[in-house]
């Protein structure tokens, strides 16, 4: 157990549609990162919040977006969504360092599995 | 940019034989290096970390990684291996295109263990 839950753990969308997964992090952490992990994969770094302001940001196009709310849990908003965007979306805590840089463990949450039709 | 290279994308023993997961890493210096381990329908849980205080590093369940400047690798052992240890293995380092606040992940190394 890591402290960190997604939600939902399993979710069918159609092309086009809007998704929102949700992050509630470790407690005192202040940094939320997501990921994208593709079938057979590693994951890949979307994006980073640190102390509710975008703080880095991946290879992802601007149709992924998040927040980061005062309670540090996390939301990823993804919109117009396409069959490449079925993947495993990892949420992960920690406490960031200076500007949010990694220091130490990143705590991550079991993923949300989204499946495009 | 940074990054790591695993060498082997699937592994298999029989229970009780050792374990080696390699792994390369490219950087003009040391980097931090992590170990991560996925199991099946499971999140990422860290293995070991490397951060330049000890170049022979243990982590948990027995796993441990030395840092070989020379050979610029950090693989991963153990000495007898356990089905339980069942899993995708990650090579990871943080990344500095992006100010190290992300980890670079290896294209992951599947261990499967006979019994």
């Known amino acids: 157990e890591t402290g960190v839950t997604q939600s939902p753990t399993h979710l069918i969308k159609t092309r086009g549609q809007q998704v929102t997964l949700r992050c509630s992090s470790q407690?005192?952490?202040?940094?939320v990162s997501w990921y994208q992990q593709a079938l057979g994969q590693g994951p890949q770094f979307i994006f980073q919040y640190y102390r509710e302001e975008e703080n880095g940001r991946g290879n992802f196009p601007p149709r992924f977006s998040g927040l980061q709310f005062p309670n540090y849990s996390s939301e990823l908003n993804v919109n117009a969504l396409e069959l490449d965007d079925s993947a495993l979306y990892l949420c992960?805590?920690?406490?960031?360092?200076?500007?949010?840089?990694?220091?130490?463990?990143?705590?991550f949450g079991e993923g949300s599995r989204l499946t495009v039709l | 940019a940074q990054s790591v290279t695993q060498l082997d994308s699937h592994v298999s023993v029989s229970e009780g034989t050792p374990v080696l997961l390699r792994c390369n890493y490219s950087?003009?210096?040391?980097?931090?290096l992590f170990w991560y381990v996925q199991h099946p329908n499971k999140g990422l849980q860290l293995l070991l970390k490397y951060t330049s205080a000890a170049t022979l590093v243990k982590g948990i369940n027995g796993f441990e990684a030395e840092f070989k400047k020379s050979e610029t690798s950090f693989h991963l052992t153990k000495p007898s291996a356990h089905m339980s240890d069942a899993a995708e293995y990650f090579c990871?380092?943080?990344?500095?295109?992006?100010?190290?606040?992300?980890?670079?992940f290896g294209s992951g190394t599947r261990l499967q263990v006979q019994p």
């Open positions: 992960a805590s920690s406490l960031g360092g200076t500007s949010g840089r990694i220091t130490g463990e990143l705590f």
């Open positions: 990871v380092v943080p990344g500095l295109d992006t100010g190290r606040r992300a980890l670079t």
């Open positions: 407690s005192g952490h202040n940094t």
């Open positions: 950087s003009s210096y040391s980097p931090s």
